[in-house]
């Protein structure tokens, strides 16, 4: 049996359970214990994000991600490949601050998308 942390980053990445968006927000990020440094994101949903990540991070290193006008978006590592790094967020992302992202950075919202209708 998968343990609640394992549960969540399986739905995150495998189950999709939220829709992801492609966009490009320069933002920052940093691995805990390390030095912060500038990214691109390069999707976005309410659970996780992918971004550049030039140096290895490896699976379940906890990361810090700053967009810009938010607070610090703690996240793990859930893969990393040719220097993309995919992450599921601790927590997830307020429906609210994921629709603000989407209408800064696509110039559209998430509210069309209703999963329970």
Not at 13 to 34: F, H, N, V, Y
Not at 45 to 59: D, L, P, T, V
Request: net charge negative; glycine share 8%; proline share 4%.
């Amino acid at each position: 049996m998968y343990a609640i942390e394992d549960r969540y980053s399986l739905a995150a990445q495998e189950d999709r359970c939220a829709p992801r968006t492609k966009l490009s927000i320069p933002a920052q990020m940093r691995a805990s214990g390390g030095r912060r440094f500038q990214t691109v994101v390069h999707d976005l949903s309410i659970s996780g994000f992918s971004a550049a990540a030039i140096n290895r991070m490896h699976e379940g290193q906890v990361v810090w991600l700053t967009l810009p006008g938010l607070e610090s978006l703690m996240g793990n590592v859930v893969w990393w490949d040719n220097c993309i790094v995919g992450c599921a967020f601790s927590d997830l992302l307020s429906p609210i601050v994921h629709d603000d992202i989407l209408s800064r950075y696509t110039g559209r919202t998430g509210m069309d998308y209703r999963p329970f209708d």
